[in-house]
């Protein structure tokens, strides 16, 4: 179907809303409550649009377009609208930015400093809160919560356990925790939070700037989650994701999103190790390598290459398998391979 | 795997977890995926909340998904097979097959309807103890829905009849013709990151990479020429025969890369007597793992954050691993370790980088021909994959079965290896926790983790704990003809009476002392998830975990 949006004409799908029209366009309308994956609720009025032949604006997350649909979405009118919203917010968002992780990535603060906001009120000296969220994992402050209920729909919708809700209501509405023991500390309303009410426990403010992302996979179970592993000083920090690739679309589970820091452990090894009178020594690579390679043939040459036998493994990549079975079979000489598939 | 290749022509999950979206009825057996595929038990819940997806969960423990399910069925440990025949007994009794697919896409169905003729719903209730209703309802769910899908894992392969299981499960597919569509199909969970790739790769001992056979003579002279060397004919050993054969001297040298069969393999106190017999062992991982501790010789590995180079996941993708860290010290690739020692026994391997590999890998795995790195990109691949401009297979067998007929298998119920006596009275079955990993070398050295799941109960109905005078925490004595562990038991409405169940996560109370290695005879899966034993309250000196190392998180 085809429609106008900002004086342009565009193609857009049926039935979808006209958010979804705009951006399938790259029309860009501003959004906090809206997450791609979540039913839409129109709730924060960020994306407003007009409609020709209509008197108010829409939010053009709730409303369906049609064929020959004519929308502004960047009017004097809509962006002084957004300004006031977003003022609103402001009244009761601490603007600590400075101090918060999320700076720089947070929606709101873009979002912000594109529309010049301002709350309409003077504001109460700030108060920074905490309070005990339903995982250790996730820090929550309370005060920057702007209820747009995406870690609510989040956990809901998504992850199917309806951990959190919105208690309070207009301008004292939060997001609450009101069934913990159901909380898997998945990390999925940590990952939709648009701002930085909910934060990794773990890294004091600031840590994670300056860090890089990494796109990779979880080496954990057999879904093969897509995740950034965010590295700073040869450290993995965080894990983020990305609600557009792979297998789990931005998803995680608890052992994904937080189980990361064995590779940072002190209990790595580092050095290979020889076992000299019954205890594991240090070694060199070449000797270690060398002494690998002799016990290796001469017991091929005593017992033939079938006393030989060799576990690949299933944490390993394709390209580590790959090498791994070729040894044993083409040096070696044996098919004597397996790996814990079975266990 | 072994049954799913014989009756499809290909051993992996039919179906993508996207597509899983569109199935109306889906039947999760032995799949406990809210704990071992958490992001795939999330799928699910929001299946069945948001699209109306009825699930009907067997499994003889209350595992979480059961909460979100339309049904749910609890057979005791080691009767799926029964059940699964009776589900086809009803199917064909009241006519619900899809006759036409079975016209033209299979054979040996009068073989096949005649064993399940005596499953009526009444007798498999009296071998189950599954309600005969709940048979028909759920055989009758499958059959009408426009698509169902079967998930299943471990708790249908971890069986002395493991590949029977899994034709069972295949039958059902084949006989409603469920199979080669969105939201269907048959779809085996598997458990590790890459166990697929590793099955892909050749990590196996019948087959090189592609699952090309090694005992075939044009399969050994392809590889022969490729690698330029001389092979073995003689298909090798698996993991449990490996153990036996260095039991009884057969095996001298064990070369082990990444893998803990100190913690994960049944039978536990035989393995460890096994390694005592090996002149050389040699282990390669990135922490002093209990296996590494008996090895003469440690290499030191990178972990996945350090690595370049690909996973293959449950659905077959193909996704790129990119090194995000340098190697801590001096450790190095798995395969640059590999490599050295060949090259020194005169067999170099100079490979510069991962992609050189995979490059070298595609050219004689047929599945893995398109795929190149920079076709991976973000969303990675699904094999089969045969030329550069083939875009994937998220399904498999579409409009045609990979083995051409699918075939119905004649299998009958038979009963675990080990059966409840006076002697043994409890049935012991096994798995996993959501916040620990396999032998939790990865998992057990992050607090976060630890905390939620510090060590591994013994789960006990609470009819049995009272019989047994075992209260919430009590240290308990698990005993079976191979061992004994002790452990604190937790009274959970998890479990049903006469079973018990152990996470076999963690080397204190390693529950792998006590399980059954008896193998499948087809794919030599050891049953894992039944074993006779019996259980007392201990009063002994208390046994306090020790700690597993520094945790960091």
Request: hydrophobic letters at 35%.
């Amino acid at each position: 179907m085809q429609m106008i949006i900002d004086g342009k004409t565009v193609i857009a799908e049926e039935g979808k809303t006209i958010l979804e029209a705009a951006r399938s366009n790259r029309v860009f309308i501003p959004t906090l409550c809206y997450l791609e994956k979540l039913l839409p609720i129109g709730s924060c009025r960020l994306c407003i649009v007009e409609i020709q032949g209509h008197e108010n604006p829409v939010t053009a997350c709730t409303t369906k377009a049609f064929d020959g649909m004519v929308i502004e979405t960047n009017t004097p009118r809509l962006r002084e609208m957004r300004k006031q919203t977003l003022g609103f917010i402001l009244q009761t968002h601490p603007m600590d930015c400075k101090l918060c992780d999320v700076a720089g990535r947070c929606q709101l603060e873009n979002l912000v400093k594109e529309y010049g906001a301002e709350p309409p009120m003077p504001k109460r000296a700030h108060k920074a809160e905490e309070r005990p969220y339903s995982t250790p994992a996730i820090r929550y402050r309370p005060d920057r919560c702007i209820a747009c209920s995406r870690c609510i729909r989040s956990c809901r919708e998504v992850v199917g356990r309806s951990v959190l809700d919105l208690s309070g209501n207009g301008i004292g509405a939060k997001m609450d925790i009101v069934a913990p023991e159901r909380c898997i500390s998945c990390g999925e309303c940590l990952s939709a939070c648009p701002v930085g009410a909910l934060t990794h426990a773990n890294l004091p403010d600031g840590v994670s700037e300056g860090a890089k992302k990494v796109a990779t996979v979880c080496a954990y179970c057999g879904v093969g989650c897509s995740f950034e592993l965010n590295v700073k000083d040869n450290k993995a920090i965080k894990v983020t994701t990305n609600d557009y690739v792979g297998a789990n679309k931005g998803s995680l589970c608890v052992k994904g999103r937080f189980g990361y820091g064995y590779v940072n452990s002190p209990e790595r090894l580092t050095v290979p190790m020889i076992k000299k009178q019954g205890v594991l020594k240090e070694a060199g690579w070449e000797e270690a390598i060398d002494y690998v390679a002799s016990r290796l043939a001469e017991i091929k040459g005593k017992h033939g290459a079938d006393s030989i036998a060799g576990l690949t493994s299933a944490k390993c990549t394709n390209e580590d398998n790959y090498v791994f079975q070729k040894f044993m079979r083409a040096v070696i000489g044996t098919n004597n391979i397996d790996h814990c598939a079975r266990l | 795997m072994a049954g799913l290749a014989a009756t499809l022509g290909s051993g992996a999950m039919t179906n993508s977890i996207e597509d899983l979206a569109e199935a109306e009825v889906m039947i999760v057996i032995g799949s406990n995926n809210t704990e071992t595929h958490p992001v795939i038990g999330m799928r699910l819940r929001h299946f069945a909340r948001y699209r109306g997806t009825k699930i009907v969960v067997i499994d003889p423990r209350r595992t979480d998904l059961v909460e979100e399910s339309a049904l749910w069925l609890s057979p005791l440990p080691g009767y799926d097979l029964a059940l699964l025949n009776g589900f086809a007994h009803v199917i064909l009794k009241e006519g619900l097959q899809n006759k036409a697919f079975i016209e033209e896409h299979t054979e040996n169905f009068d073989a096949f309807k005649s064993v399940v003729e005596k499953y009526t719903p009444e007798y498999v209730e009296t071998l189950t103890g599954v309600p005969k209703d709940d048979i028909i309802k759920t055989a009758r769910m499958y059959a009408t829905a426009k698509n169902a899908a079967i998930l299943y894992c471990m708790g249908i392969t971890q069986h002395s009849k493991g590949t029977d299981n899994v034709k069972a499960v295949s039958n059902l597919a084949l006989l409603c013709g469920h199979l080669g569509k969105p939201g269907s199909g048959v779809n085996p969970l598997r458990g590790q990151n890459n166990v697929q790739g590793a099955c892909d790769m050749g990590g196996l001992p019948d087959v090189y990479p592609g699952y090309q056979k090694v005992h075939i003579k044009e399969n050994r002279e392809k590889f022969e020429k490729f690698w330029n060397a001389s092979l073995s004919e003689v298909p090798g050993l698996t993991v449990v025969e490996m153990t036996n054969a260095m039991h009884d001297g057969k095996l001298k040298a064990m070369y082990i890369m990444g893998e803990n069969p100190m913690l994960t393999d049944p039978d536990l106190t035989h393995v460890e007597e096994s390694f005592r017999h090996l002149e050389l062992l040699v282990v390669q991982d990135i922490f002093m793992t209990e296996t590494a501790r008996m090895a003469d010789v440690v290499f030191p590995a990178a972990s996945f954050a350090e690595k370049d180079g690909t996973f293959s996941n449950t659905e077959r993708r193909v996704q790129l691993v990119r090194k995000a860290l340098k190697e801590p010290g001096t450790a190095r690739q798995d395969w640059d370790i590999i490599g050295g020692i060949a090259a020194k026994m005169g067999h170099p391997m100079p490979y510069e980088k991962a992609e050189d590999i995979f490059d070298e890998m595609r050219k004689v795995t047929p599945q893995y021909a398109g795929l190149t790195y920079k076709r991976l990109g973000m969303n990675g691949l699904q094999w089969p994959c045969p030329d550069e401009t083939h875009p994937g297979t998220p399904i498999l067998h579409k409009g045609k079965i990979a083995r051409g007929k699918g075939l119905f298998a004649a299998v009958e119920y038979r009963p675990s290896a080990e059966v409840p006596d006076s002697a043994y009275p409890f049935i012991l079955t096994t798995g996993r926790d959501y916040y620990q990993y396999h032998s939790a070398t990865m998992t057990g050295r992050v607090r976060l983790l630890k905390e939620y799941c510090p060590e591994s109960f013994v789960e006990i109905s609470s009819e049995d704990a009272g019989k047994l005078g075992i209260q919430d925490n009590d240290w308990v004595k698990v005993e079976s003809r191979r061992g004994h562990v002790i452990a604190r038991a937790k009274i959970s409405d998890k479990v049903q009476r006469g079973v018990i169940f152990k996470k076999f996560h963690f080397a204190e109370g390693a529950v792998n002392r006590l399980t059954n290695p008896v193998l499948d005879p087809t794919s030599k899966i050891p049953e894992l998830k039944v074993s006779a034993v019996r259980l007392e309250k201990y009063n002994g000196p208390a046994v306090e975990p020790e700690s597993q190392g520094m945790c960091l998180m």
